[in-house]
């Protein structure tokens, strides 16, 4: 039982998941990559360079922590921050799950037609997967740019999810 506070279990599933998303793009990496190649990569199937991937390119491309922070800072191609000008976040988080958030994962993927940390093909919209907005009572949870909206079902996601302005 943790109300309305949210676990840190939750918190670290989110970073867990970027985390995951960048290892998976590093392992098709064989052998000696360059730093900047590895982090387009990243940049290209997440749309960004999420923070605590730093030390995972560091590792892999053999170099300080303190030149990919420099080098992705610095680069116009790179980006630590998500892209998309509105942002949908699907709370993924026990509570939410406990009460359907995977079929609205599902129905926000079909609306989208995109996966998770993925941006449509306009750059109007990312989805992402969130652990817990802290607001369980209220779930399922989906938040659209900063507003959460509760007690989410399917049919009401779609109806939201068509209305999120695509220019502009
Ligand atoms: S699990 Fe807490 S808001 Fe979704």
Do not use: W
């Amino acid at each position: 039982m943790h109300g309305d506070i949210p676990p840190p279990s939750d918190r670290a599933r989110a970073r867990d998941a970027e985390l995951a998303a960048t290892r998976a793009v590093l392992a098709g990496f064989h052998g000696a990559a360059e730093l900047r190649d590895l982090a387009l990569a990243v940049q290209q199937a997440l749309g960004f360079i999420p923070p605590p991937a730093v030390p995972l390119l560091a590792a892999t491309a053999r170099v300080e922590r303190a030149t990919v922070v420099t080098l992705i800072e610095s680069d116009a191609q790179l980006s630590f921050t998500p892209p998309g000008r509105h942002h949908v976040a699907i709370c993924l988080g026990k509570n939410c799950s406990q009460r359907g958030a995977a079929i609205l994962a599902e129905e926000a993927k079909r609306t989208l037609g995109i996966d998770f940390f993925r941006v449509t093909p306009d750059f109007a919209v990312r989805l992402e997967p969130f652990y817990c907005f802290g607001r369980c009572h209220y779930g399922p949870n989906v938040r659209i740019d900063a507003e959460i909206h509760g007690a989410m079902t399917p049919p009401r996601l779609t109806e939201l999810l068509r209305g999120v302005p695509r220019v502009g």
